[in-house]
């Protein structure tokens, strides 16, 4: 039996980008501290919106 799952999936542990290279430490904690503000900035709209 076959298995038809995508092998988008790679079993390198690493991230990596569309590219294929290795993520920067740097990239990964800019692209943090973006989500986190949007993260608080969509909390906020929904605190005001239900206030």
Known sequence: MS??????????????????????????RRATRWETFALLVVLLAVVFAFS
């Open 3 to 28: 298995d038809d799952t995508s092998d988008d999936y790679s079993a390198n542990r690493s991230p990596a980008s569309r590219s294929g290279k290795p993520i920067s430490l740097r990239t990964l």
